[in-house]
């Protein structure tokens, strides 16, 4: 089924931000959008943060170790030698701190009573216990070879699984063979050879799309556990036993790391005492530049938190008088007010950013702000947005930015163009909202710029009912994983 886009004779692209350029007066971001929404507290560094005072001050010292070399193991992902090598010094490392906790255990009264627990528990954790047995069989490459996995895939359009039936007229009977989406190859095959592996590639997808290169490292020993996630989550499980510690003996306790220039940020109730930085992330996953081959693919994201006297100061400035709608069943009745702010910005400023403002509910959560230079940027901008609505529950969204309008102009191998490469594109901008519910506005606003001013071309447009938002479909996809079932509502067009 086609794209209702494509049906209605035109196309779109949303979010043409790049970033600042040299010179610009825009002022660089300080805070980029977090892997989920974790929360904490900002506290001066204090004597018990480094250590000074606690009877078990080079315990923790190691602990620090473990979380320094479990990143150098992530950064080293992609590189097979160097990262066997990382492994063995991580896992030596974890084992070592039960090591040196004993050995302090003497500045502690009661310590074999309390311990004696917790070494149960090490002994019923099977990941506990590889950690154990794998310092004293030194994990080897062939013992990685024989599980992990090695993947290269191509990404050049919003959706996944097989291609689209528009894509597959275009390709033809024999379009499985012209384009390999994905390959699997040996999990110790360099960068180099993986991309190599992939069949020669038409233009529109070296213009237009990235290779990710994905990697799963399991040892033989633990058939069932991704490596770099097992021994995160055996930092964790020592983590919350010193954790536990500290509580016995009376000491101020909670997970901390450091902060460059603002202290300690504290985090409370942890989940299997891991940092925010030791979660699952997307470290597994390469990703290069089909036109250029460069690595620094996926944009910019940052998140700010609802501030009701930062909006009073931003209606004041762009001459706004009506709040945000109140009392409304569906994300969708936020449309038509954030379009009209959208164009007092834009009028004023004669720019406008690319933003997303995500709900719980009737209650919004946080604003995401991104910056692309390209479309492989905005592919993973929004599989990297999906990601974190996924893990934070976000149920509605409104996404308001620029876009370039043109027609359906297909190069010599008949595959669309981009409104933002053709030399007759339009601007215009777009208010996208939808929920996990099935409902759905579209909104967009024409306009041209004349010297400094920016002249509208009318009201804004409703094309709810011929338009669709294709960079949306990974929070879709994400919102079906999640349970969610669209339904009809009076919202829905």
């Known amino acids: 089924m086609q794209p209702a886009a494509l049906t209605a004779g035109q ?11 040299p010179g610009s007066k825009r002022k660089k971001r300080q805070h980029r959008a977090p892997s989920g929404y974790i929360t904490g507290q900002l506290h001066a560094a204090s004597e018990l943060s480094n250590g000074a005072g606690c009877p078990i001050s080079k ?54 009573a309390w311990y004696e627990p917790w070494r149960e528990k090490m002994r019923a954790s099977h990941v506990m216990r590889w950690v154990v047995e794998s310092r004293n069989r030194v994990v080897k490459q062939g013992d990685l070879d024989a599980e992990s996995e090695a993947r290269a895939a191509l990404i050049a359009a919003y959706w996944t699984g097989d291609p689209p039936e528009e894509l597959a007229t275009i390709l033809g009977s024999d379009g499985e063979q012209r384009l390999k989406l994905s390959i699997n190859v040996p999990p110790a095959t360099s960068t180099k050879e993986q991309v190599q ?74 989940p299997h005492g891991r940092l925010p930085c030791m979660v699952p992330t997307e470290y597994a996953v390469r990703r290069l530049r089909l036109s250029n081959g460069a690595t620094d693919v996926g944009g910019n994201r940052y998140s700010f938190s609802p501030n009701a006297k930062q909006l009073n100061k931003s209606m004041r400035k762009y001459g706004s008088t009506d709040p945000p709608p109140e009392g409304w069943d569906s994300v969708t009745s936020m449309a038509d007010w954030c379009m009209s702010n959208a164009r007092r910005i834009l009028a004023k400023d004669r720019w406008h950013g690319w933003y997303v403002l995500l709900y719980k509910g009737n209650e919004q959560v946080a604003t995401e702000a991104l910056e692309a230079r390209d479309r492989p940027d905005k592919m993973v901008l929004m599989r990297e947005l999906a990601a974190a609505i ?36 339009r601007e215009a901008l777009s208010v996208v909202a939808e929920d996990a519910y099935g409902n759905r506005r579209y909104l967009i606003s024409p306009y041209r710029r004349a010297g400094r001013r920016i002249e509208f071309d009318g009201d804004p447009i409703d094309l709810s009912d011929t338009m669709f938002s294709n960079n949306l479909q990974p929070i879709r996809d994400a919102w079906r994983r999640m349970g969610f079932k669209p339904q009809q509502s009076q919202d829905q067009p």
Not at 63 to 77: A, G, K
Not at 86 to 110: A, D, H, P, Y
Not at 234 to 256: K, W
Request: charged share 30%.
């Open 197 to 270: 592996e992939l069949a020669s590639l038409p233009d529109f997808f070296v213009r237009e799309g990235y290779i990710e290169l994905t990697r799963r490292w399991v040892d033989k020993a633990l058939p069932d556990r991704e490596l770099a996630d097992a021994c995160a989550e055996a930092y964790g499980f020592m983590a919350v036993m010193l954790d536990d510690l500290h509580e016995n003996l009376g000491i101020e306790h909670g997970v901390a790391f450091g902060s460059s220039d603002e202290g300690y940020l504290v985090v409370e109730r942890l």
């Open 390 to 425: 996924e893990r934070s529950g976000i149920d509605g969204l409104v996404e308001v930015g620029d876009t370039w309008q043109g027609g359906l102009v297909h190069d010599e191998q008949g595959f669309i163009v981009p409104p933002a490469l053709q030399d007759d594109r």
């Open 11 to 21: 196309a779109t692209d949303t979010g043409h931000v790049r970033f600042p350029r």
């Open 59 to 112: 315990t923790h010292k190691r602990m620090q170790d473990c979380h320094d070399q479990w990143h150098s193991l992530t950064r080293e992902y992609h590189h097979p030698g160097h990262f066997r090598r990382e492994l063995n010094t991580v896992i030596q490392s974890l084992r070592n701190v039960t090591f040196i906790l004993q050995s302090e255990k003497s500045n502690i009264e009661g310590f074999d």
